[in-house]
């Protein structure tokens, strides 16, 4: 897919070949999926969370298969922002492709020092903070779910920050519009939405949890409906872009998600049976866009009619 076309789009500064981008989580660190398709052709590489320390992540099984869908409890297992400074992003920088780094951690200070090292390398476009952590200092609360805290940690990492700063927002919220502001509010340049659903399977004649952490993050197509409704909502609330995710798995997938105001999307479980569906995904965006006599994609964006 060749940028210039009606796919080609921009997101915080950043012109992506289209708007279809890979997930953090499930396209590694980008540099895995060389042999198996042109990473020059995807929209972007969001790399798998990167922590301050290596993190070797939780029991297995981390991985089951839902009847629409997968729940993983991965735990974040990455090897650390420095060794991926020295190992991988070095490899990356042979690829066209906007390379964003996903980033998380369990105290605000974490946030910011993942920042600061990433700062002084070259070849990444932008940063999205994974605020579905925890927060150690203050009792375990999580960063998503409180707009106070999600500020102070965003606030934290925008003076360090000279790159455009995507907050990934939880689902496991009451309302998303609250914490949405708090993002936009606090110096996001763009947010992203939604995370994973927390979810339990069980085995009922074991009589214990499909994963070895218990509880995981269900995602994949079940999610989409409830995706679509919170980027809707989300884009509703703040004036900064919105990247939805949750459950796309074709062109028109894409197309919904950007109609309910996404101005990019990325694409997650639907990699794991087909690593190329990124950029299959794109190809049927830009079929659909050409049967709707639709001239750029941008003119997707936000155009969903509410009955009043």
């Not at 952590?133 to 409180?146: E, K, L, M």
């Not at 965006?285 to 964006?301: C, M, N, P, T």
Request: net charge neutral; glycine share 10%; aromatic share 6%.
């Amino acid at each position: 897919m060749s940028a210039g076309a009606p796919l080609a789009t921009n997101l915080c500064g950043i012109a992506l070949n289209n708007p279809v981008i890979a997930a953090s989580g499930t396209f590694g660190y980008g540099i895995e999926f060389e042999t198996l398709i042109d990473l020059n052709t995807l929209g972007g590489i969001v790399v798998k969370g990167l922590s301050r320390e290596p993190i070797e992540g939780n029991p297995e099984p981390r991985l089951f298969e839902t009847r629409a869908g997968m729940i993983n409890s991965v735990g974040l297992q990455n090897i650390g922002v420095r060794a991926f400074v020295k190992d991988k992003l070095p490899q990356l920088a042979r690829f066209q492709t906007a390379i964003f780094a996903n980033i998380f951690g369990y105290a605000t200070e974490d946030y910011a020092e993942v920042v600061r090292v990433l700062e002084d390398a070259p070849g990444i476009a932008g940063y999205e903070l994974n605020v579905s952590c925890p927060n150690t200092r203050h009792g375990g609360i999580y960063f998503s779910s409180d707009p106070a805290l999600l500020s102070e940690v965003v606030s934290a990492v925008r003076p360090v920050a000279r790159r455009p700063l995507i907050v990934k927002l939880s689902p496991n919220v009451a309302a998303i519009e609250p914490l949405a502001k708090a993002a936009e509010s606090s110096g996001a340049d763009a947010i992203s939405l939604v995370n994973t659903f927390v979810s339990l399977a069980i085995d009922a004649r074991l009589r214990r949890p499909r994963i070895g952490a218990g509880f995981g993050g269900l995602s994949g197509p079940a999610i989409k409906p409830i995706a679509l409704r919170m980027v809707y909502q989300a884009a509703q609330a703040v004036k900064i872009p919105v990247v939805g995710m949750g459950g796309i798995a074709s062109g028109e997938d894409a197309a919904e998600f950007l109609i309910a105001g996404a101005s990019a999307v990325e694409v997650g479980t639907a990699t794991f049976w087909d690593p190329a569906a990124p950029l299959r995904i794109a190809r049927e965006l830009g079929s659909f866009l050409k049967k709707q006599k639709i001239a750029e994609v941008r003119d997707l964006v936000g155009t969903l009619q509410l009955a009043p």
